[in-house]
């Protein structure tokens, strides 16, 4: 009797044992939202043998889905069918585990849920200590503050969490670099950007070396692959131009200027937490595919605090999925393994 969690996003498919496998896929559901049930049996095959399924999702907020409502019973229903005869059971963002009725009834309760488990999941690394967990994705930024060994979060929905500053909508793979910035270096001036989807932070820190390249990946803005030659390429388009007048040196600079104006913008949601609870946190929990990102954060900021690394923890891969990797604890701890 072992747990699955599963983390169903937008862009990608997420699943975890709780026991250090992890597994994260990549899954454009605004393409194709009728092949998710396929998709979801071909990860939950893949995965060690599990008879009990946890479940969150972000997914509802695909634009192929007129309402989150239609989005979270679309998943529920897509679960369903891949889940077979496994026991299912849907984690709700008030920090409750449901049947798969209660969550198809209550849609607005299991919409977006998956950073509350991560941060019921983070506490127990900070020793009751004011803290505050930062999981960089591929697309945004969870920023929860921890209090008394509990999340203390103002807003609970996504829209009352951007508001909030505790989920900022940028992330180290597919945020469009006209979202982060108005203009690029170039020849020793600030070029203005297009607004275009020409390239995203994956180019960026590609050529920075930050992600490994990925030439069978495309999920890039020209569906080419994600390596170092097609990522200068991409951000040469920012500025109207191409590899002809965009140098190696110059997508070097750019890359630069892109982290630069990320970090900028972490770190002011960053403080923004910190100044709503008037004192300074003592422990930070860093996770997500963007690690990298929130250890320069927290060096920038010179913070004094016990910065808790999930990858240093519990491997790289199950901090890219360290939603679902605390789904499958926190199930295993209330109903048994």
Known sequence: MR????????????????????????????????????????????APMADRLAVTMTGELCDCFRTKMEGVRHILEAVSEAAADRELRVYLVDGRFVSWGEAF????????SNWRALAEFACRYTEGRRALLVDIGSTTTDIVPLVDGQPRPVGLNDTERLLAGELVYTGVCRTAICALTQSLPWHGQECPVTAELFATTADAY????????????????????LTVEFARERLARMICADVTSFEVEDARRAAESIRDRQIAQLRAAFMRNEAAFAKPFECVVISGEGE?????????????????SLAEELGSEVSRCAPAHALGVLAAEEFGP
Do not use: Y
């Open 292 to 308: 990298f990102l929130g250890r320069r954060v927290v060096r920038e900021l010179a913070i004094d605090a016990h910065v808790v």
């Open 206 to 225: 590609v050529l920075l070396s930050e992600i490994a390249e990925q030439p069978e990946a495309t999920c890039t803005a020209d569906g080419r692959p």
């Open 3 to 46: 747990w699955l969690g599963l983390d169903i996003g937008g862009a990608n498919l997420k699943a975890a044992d709780g026991h250090g496998w992890a597994r994260s896929v990549p899954f454009a559901m605004w393409q194709g939202p009728k092949r998710l049930a396929d998709e979801l049996g071909a990860l939950i095959c893949g």
């Open 105 to 112: 009834d209550n849609p607005q309760l299991a919409a977006a």
